[in-house]
């Protein structure tokens, strides 16, 4: 089969497209034909080498954290899925980036029948990342007021429709090029970071999803009213002020749940949420697919087209 592979840490340019056996599922996984396969910021961040340790990468590796293909073979202990699922998930340790791939089966769902194989590629790490945040870590409640930073961007696009999902009112920023998205997202206010502080708009709010870090993440601590929550992609939030505002705080990390993506596939169904796919490359493209994330400035999201549309 055909992957996108890397023998080394480095560049995007040290991915290479080669020919490498299929695998094989275990008893606890699906094979899936991949159809599409979307490109996040950890990606490069895998490349580089910099989640060696943490999560136990190794080399060669095959990028690709979200995938939407069908089911071709499953193990004997599978109890959800079966061959000719169209389905789609986040496959933990990557892979996504070729012809096949193997997942466990709480690692995808049924796939959203409201989208195609390329738009639900698009879903699968930023809405689970922002569900997860949302839902799980702040438990946000109909009539909460959230703040996202980074509201046009791969997570905090489905931030911004799970919080209004959610029966929340929705404070988002973004650049000047993104503030009608903003609006079609459903953010109440729109905030163009370029030409306003948001801390002049956001105001006791209950919860932040920052994606940002830095800077942002220091001048997030006191729009949050006590009792709030700061939730960061990129780092852990400051205790110390944390306990100055007396505030809450917490770094997310995603992690695969089949359970997610069936509540998700359903908001999406409903019309609730929708992805935003800004660009639809070919598979042979994946080193241009990884130097527009190592960027951090993609709008939405890139999706590689691995294989055509089944028919029917």
Sequence with gaps: MRAVVAHDYGAPEVLKLEQVPRPEPNDDEALVRVIASSVNPAD????????????????????????????????????????????YGYPTFGGGWADYVTVKEWE???????????????????ALTAWQALVDVAKLQ?????????????????????????????????????????????????????????????????????????????????????????????????????????????????????DDLTEIAQLIDAGKIKPIVTEVLPLTDAVKAQQQAATHHTRGKVVLRVADEPRG
Excluded: C, W
């Excluded at 459903?186 to 870090?213: N, R």
């Design 108 to 126: 995808a769902a049924k796939k959203p029948q409201s989208l195609n194989f390329v738009e639900a590629a698009a879903v699968p790490m930023g």
């Design 142 to 258: 109909p009539g909460q007021t959230i703040l996202i930073h980074g509201g046009s961007g791969g997570v905090g696009g489905f931030a911004v429709q799970i919080g209004k999902a959610r029966g929340a009112r929705v404070i988002a920023t973004a650049s000047t090029a993104n503030q009608e998205l903003l609006k079609q997202l459903g953010a109440d206010v729109a905030v163009d970071y370029t030409k306003t502080k948001f801390e002049d708009v956001a105001k006791d709010v209950d919860a932040v999803l920052d994606p940002v870090g830095k800077d942002t993440l220091a001048r997030s601590y006191g729009v949050v009213k006590k009792g709030g929550i700061v939730m960061s992609l990129v780092a852990r939030p400051d205790p110390a002020e944390l306990e100055k505002h007396g505030i809450r705080g917490a770094g997310i990390s995603v992690h695969a749940d089949a």
């Design 44 to 87: 490069p961040l895998t490349l580089s080498g910099k989640y060696a340790k943490e999560f136990g990468t190794h080399l060669p590796l095959i990028p690709g954290y979200d995938i939407a293909g069908v089911v071709e073979k499953t193990g004997t202990n599978l109890t959800r899925l079966k061959v000719g699922d169209a389905v």
